[in-house]
Structures are given as structure tokens and as C-alpha cells.
């Protein structure tokens, strides 16, 4: 990001000026952070016993979601979109579930990262076939959700396997205080330690701007078949991670997909992800996990009918694009 | 293209690769019934004497509601969009129409559902064509909604029991003469209205223009946003009569009774041949398509296939089909 300001501008920029302008460009992100403090605030309001315990509950809940959403943005970032998401994510689960029962800790460590490479090769798979075939996204990864979610049933067919303690027990309690929860620590390194390198590097550059002007990328000299193969291999690695997370938290493999390619899309529209690629990032939508995790949790303190929140969910989805387009067609009015 | 008609000058047309794949562009419906002739002549071979008139009688039946909702997913794939919420609007019509039939009698309760399919799918409408919400988000968000709201309905009526018209078991699961389902006496009409609307309608031509260049159709005059209102109305009112005639199959109504046909519906357009990218594709083929999913899944039952290598074949079949269109198309 500097190298590019340094090319525009000859002289540095003051420091109140990157302030403004880094504000200015993570407007949606600052935005969604104050709504999550206001839905804390209000959480706390309506539930006085909203306390660390339940903190440390949200972190776990939303932990699979929200790295099913980075999986998901990744692959909507670079122009594409991944409907295989939820079965990835039962496959890795029910894979290391399975592999984990009955065996030494120190066997699990292997588990991960075997767990870790399978996540990158299905992904790799899925991105391939796209590539190869030339057949729409949507239509690849929507077959291919069939495909991952028959091969899980092949793992394990009725819920069951096992994991490591030390494994469980990486995501549950806290850590240094009570208010910081374990699985948040775990959520933040995870992304860290793949994103930032990766948004510095030619290779994230290369995400964007497939995303954003395949065409374009293609004659700026960007290898558009291998950079859609590698964020789609990106996507099955944090669908691994995800899918660790769900045996993680349950102790066990379920083969049934959860809910978690919706979601994922719901969180990224949400966190500013555009939907035509090469626009948002991967802070916004974890955050959108949390405040949706959130409103379910005050939906139940309110002692809402648990069959709205379903309504209200489908409702802040559409609301929330409604809202975005709205905002987009203002813009080109003006 | 220059080549195969060189090519045809000195050798049998027929024998050429440019031949074949002209035929697989132009004629799409030839190597689909090919297809679907194949799998069926697996079927006989793997289970001698499955196929008889009882058998068609039985496929048609499981087809055709599949084929309706189908034909709501080719409608909106035509403009460029999909409708994913064709499985929530489907259940909902049905359990709205089953619980309301005792109270209300028939004719009543199945207009109340035909209405609220209608408004969900204008919901729609307004959504992706005012507001140009991206279609799988609008339809996946609205099928949450309408699960949502009909699970509400459900609690609310917790007293009244689901009791589907004799009128609609007869339509959804009785046959006449063991061979033509009743539930032809829906589908027909539709599948009519469907083929003859887009090769013979303006509205049928607008759906096409959309789904092409929609910069241009609206530079041409067309306005696009009520050729999309239309469209998810039409396609909420099909997935409403399709989630009827499952109801009387099945004999009786859930909130989720037909979820599980939502992306078979978009499998079977695709194997039909009609492009997601909008703007190519038809009925017809969707139709054989419906038929290809029907068979193939009696096929692997037949087989003694377990569940799991049933859904990787599923999938597998349905990427092979989707790449070899689009190697013949050449479209990108």
C-alpha cells in the first residue's frame, strides 16, 4: 500500500492525512465495529449477567463461522464464489474427527497438518475443475458440494469420531483475562499469520486484481488460471480450519453440512465484500459473524420466537445488500 | 467453422468432430435423449424387466414436479439470475394450502398459497429488479424469510391438522391407464406455456435479451426491472404448483418438504443446457434434464450404490455435462 502511495505523491504524506485516508477506506469496517460495540452495549443492557463465560461461548460459536466467511472471502475477493464451502468443511471435520479417536496426542499434531493439506488439495480441486472446464463458478462448486458432502458420508456415516484433548482444549477458556477468549486469540492468529503476508504480497495483489478486471490482470501479466486455483486452495485451507474448529468445539465429527455456506455468504455481503470481486477484505466479515452471532443471542434474550431469528437473519441479509445498492446507486447518480 | 466446412466437401460430414459438435450446439435435445436412452438401457440391463409401463408411470411422477421447479430455475437463469428460494416458497405454498384446506376447503386454501407464493416471489422481483440485489443472495435470503415465516405459521396453527384435498393426492400421486401420471394434467400447461412463451412471446424474447446484454435491452427500451418482477412471480407461482403436486405425492405437507429438490432443479437446468450466464438455453432440454436426474437416481438405487457414491456421481455427472456445453458453445 505505501509503495503505491509513494509512487503517487513525491512527498510523505503528514500523519493526520494517513489517518484520514486509512478511515476513509475502512469506512464499512469502522462502521460494522461501532455496530458491534452497540449490540455489546445493548446485549449487556437487556442481559446484566452477559458476562465472560458467555464472551468466551460467542468466541467459539462464531469461530467456525467466521473462518468459513475468510474462506468465503478470499474466493469472492479474487472474482469467484464457493457454494462447496459447507461440505469442505464437514469433510475436514469428519476427517479429523475420525483420525483423531483413539489416538495420542501427539498423533493429532500430524492430524492437523494432514487435515491442513487435504483442505488445500480440495480446494485446489475445485479451483482446477473451474479453471479447466471454463464452467461458471457457482455451477463447479454447487456440483461439487455434492461431491465433498458424499466423500464426508465415505469418512464417517453417523456422527462419531473423537479429538485430542490439548486440541479441544485450544479453543475453549481463556487466556491472560477472563474477557479474552481463547478461540478469539486462535481466530485473530490463524488469519494473521495467512493474511497479512499474503495481502503484501504479489500473489494477494494478483487476488484483487483478477477479481476486480480479469482482463485487465490478464494483460497486466497476472497468470489468472494459477492465481484462481490458489485463492480457491485458499478457501479449502480455511475451510479446513473451520471444520477443525467445529470437531474442536463438539469433540466429534457430524458428516451433516451445517449452515455454513450460507452464512459465510451472509457475512461477507455483510463485512463488505462486493459480490463482483476485488473489492473488501477479511476484517469486516469476521466482524459481521460476531454481530450476527449476536443477534441471535439478544433475539433469545428478548425471548423472540426462535423461528423469527430465522426470519430476521434472511431479512438483515437482504437488508444489508438492499441497503449497500442503494448506497452505489446514490453514488452514480450524484 | 470454416474448417468442418471444408472438411465436409471431401469426407462424410457425420465423421467429422465439427459436425458432431455443431450438433451438440444446435441440437442440444439429440445427445441429451441419447443420454437419457442410455441410462435407461443400463437400468434394464442392470434389473431385467424394471422397465415397464408401471416403471414410466412412477419416473414421470417423480419427474415432473422436479421438472417444474426446473423450469423456475430456467426462467431466471435465462435474465442471468437464479432462484434458490424456489424449495422455501414450494414447502411454504403446500403447508399453507394443507392447513388452511380444512377450515377454508380446498379451492380457498389453494388460492391463499398460490397468493403468498406470489408475493414472496414479487418480494423477490422488487429486490433483484429495483434494487438489483445479486439474485442468489435475494433468493437465498428470501427462502430464509419464508422458512422463518412459515415455521411461525406452523406454531400458530399448531392446532389445526395438516390434511392435504383429496383432490390434490389425486393430482400429485394417482395414475391413469399405470403410465401417465395425473400430475401430467399441471405440468402440461406449464411446460406448453413455458416452451411456447420463450420461442413465440415478446416476453419470452425480453427474458433472452435480458439475460444477454442487459445494457443493451434496456438501451433498446426494454424495461428490464419489470421483465425481473415478472419473471420471480411466474417463478414463485411454478414452484408454488410444483410444492402442491409434491404435498399429493407424499400425502402430506412439512415446512421443508421440498428443500431438498432446490438444487437437483438447478442440476437439471444445467444438464439441459441452459447457460447460468443468462441467455442461452430453453425448456425442452431442461425438461430431459429433469428426466436424466430421475432415472440416474432409480439407477443408483438399483445399483445398491450407498448414499455417498450416489452424491459424487451426482455432482460429477453434473460438471461433466456443464463442460462439455461449455467446450461445445465455446463460450467462456
Request: charged content about 10%; aromatic content about 6%; glycine content about 12%.
Amino acid at each position: 500500500m505505501s509503495a503505491a502511495v509513494d509512487v503517487v505523491g513525491s512527498t510523505r504524506p503528514g500523519l493526520a492525512e494517513t489517518i484520514s485516508d486509512w478511515g476513509r477506506r475502512n469506512r464499512w469496517t469502522l462502521a460494522l465495529v461501532a455496530l458491534l460495540a452497540g449490540f455489546l452495549a445493548f446485549t449487556k443492557l437487556i442481559g446484566p449477567s452477559y458476562g465472560p463465560v458467555q464472551i468466551q461461548g460467542l468466541a467459539i460459536g462464531a469461530l467456525p463461522i467466521a473462518l468459513a466467511a475468510v474462506a468465503q472471502a478470499i474466493v469472492v475477493i479474487s472474482g469467484g464464489i464457493d457454494l462447496s464451502v459447507g461440505s469442505m468443511m464437514a469433510l475436514t471435520s469428519v476427517t479429523s474427527a475420525v483420525l483423531m479417536k483413539d489416538q495420542s496426542e501427539g498423533f493429532a499434531v500430524v492430524v492437523v497438518v494432514g487435515v491442513l493439506l487435504l483442505g488445500l488439495v480440495i480446494g485446489a480441486i475445485n479451483g482446477s475443475i473451474i479453471v479447466v472446464t471454463r464452467v461458471p463458478d457457482i455451477v463447479v462448486t454447487l456440483a461439487m458440494s455434492f461431491v465433498w458432502a458424499g466423500a464426508t458420508l465415505f469418512v464417517l456415516d453417523t456422527p462419531g469420531g473423537g479429538a485430542a484433548d490439548w486440541f479441544k482444549g485450544l479453543i475453549s477458556g481463556s487466556i491472560v483475562s477472563d474477557w479474552i477468549p481463547r478461540a478469539l486469540i486462535v481466530l485473530v492468529l490463524v488469519c494473521g499469520v495467512v493474511w497479512i503476508p499474503l495481502r503484501r504480497s504479489m500473489l494477494g495483489l494478483s487476488l484483487y486484481a483478477i477479481g476486480s478486471n480479469r482482463l485487465v490482470a490478464f494483460r497486466s501479466g497476472v497468470d489468472v488460471g494459477r492465481t484462481k486455483i490458489i485463492a480457491y486452495a485458499l478457501t479449502g485451507l480455511f475451510c479446513a480450519l473451520g471444520g477443525m474448529a467445529v470437531t474442536a468445539s463438539t469433540g466429534a465429527g457430524s458428516p451433516v453440512p451445517g449452515a455454513y455456506t450460507l452464512q459465510s455468504v451472509a457475512a461477507i455481503v455483510l463485512g463488505g465484500v462486493s459480490l463482483a470481486g476485488g473489492r473488501g477484505g477479511i476484517v469486516g466479515p469476521i466482524i459481521a459473524v460476531f454481530i450476527l452471532q449476536l443477534v441471535r443471542t439478544d433475539l433469545t434474550f428478548l425471548e423472540v420466537n426462535p423461528n423469527f431469528s430465522t426470519v430476521i437473519q434472511g431479512a438483515i441479509l437482504i437488508g444489508v445488500v438492499l441497503f449497500g445498492s442503494v448506497l452505489a446507486m446514490r453514488r452514480v447518480r450524484a | 467453422m470454416s474448417a468442418g466446412v471444408g472438411a465436409a466437401g471431401t469426407r462424410n460430414p457425420w465423421l467429422t468432430a465439427e459436425a458432431w459438435r455443431g450438433l451438440f450446439r444446435d441440437r442440444p435435445l439429440i445427445p441429451l435423449l441419447g443420454l437419457l436412452a442410455a441410462l435407461i438401457l443400463v437400468l434394464e440391463l442392470a434389473r431385467p424387466g424394471i422397465v415397464s409401463a408401471q416403471w414410466l408411470g412412477v419416473t414421470l411422477r417423480a419427474a415432473i414436479p422436479l421438472a417444474i421447479l426446473a423450469g423456475c430455475q430456467t426462467l431466471a437463469m435465462l435474465t442471468g439470475g437464479i432462484d434458490l428460494s424456489v424449495g422455501a416458497v414450494a414447502s411454504m405454498a403446500a403447508f399453507v394450502m394443507a392447513t388452511l384446506a380444512t377450515d377454508l376447503g380446498p379451492g380457498a386454501a389453494i388460492a391463499i398459497g398460490l397468493g403468498a407464493a406470489a408475493l414472496a416471489g414479487l418480494v423477490n422481483g422488487v429486490g433483484i429488479g429495483i434494487f438489483k440485489v445479486h439474485p442468489l443472495i435475494m433468493t437465498l435470503g428470501m427462502g430464509l424469510v419464508i422458512l422463518g415465516l412459515t415455521s411461525v405459521f406452523q406454531l400458530a396453527m399448531v392446532q389445526t391438522p395438516v390434511d392435504v384435498p383429496d383432490f390434490i393426492e389425486w393430482l400429485g400421486s394417482e395414475t391413469t391407464m399405470t403410465f401417465l401420471p395425473n400430475n401430467l394434467l399441471v405440468f402440461v400447461p406449464i411446460a406448453a406455456a413455458i416452451i411456447l412463451g420463450l420461442r413465440r412471446s415478446g416476453y419470452g424474447r425480453l427474458l433472452f435479451a435480458v439475460g444477454d446484454n442487459p445494457i443493451a435491452a434496456r438501451l433498446a427500451g426494454a424495461r428490464v426491472w419489470q421483465v425481473l418482477v415478472a419473471l420471480y412471480v411466474i417463478s414463485a407461482v411454478f414452484a408454488a404448483l410444483a410444492g402442491f403436486l409434491v404435498a399429493g405425492l407424499v400425502k402430506t405437507a412439512t415446512i421443508q418438504l421440498v428443500e431438498e429438490s432446490v438444487l437437483p432443479s438447478v442440476a437439471a437446468a444445467v444438464i439441459g443446457g441452459t447457460s447460468i450466464m443468462g441467455g442461452r438455453g430453453g425448456y425442452s432440454g431442461t425438461i430431459v434434464g429433469a428426466l436424466i436426474l430421475t432415472v440416474l437416481t432409480t439407477l443408483l438405487i438399483v445399483l445398491d450404490m450407498p448414499e455417498a457414491a450416489r452424491q459424487i456421481l451426482f455432482g460429477i455427472i453434473i460438471v461433466a455435462v456443464a463442460a462439455a456445453y461449455t467446450r461445445v458453445t465455446g463460450e467462456s
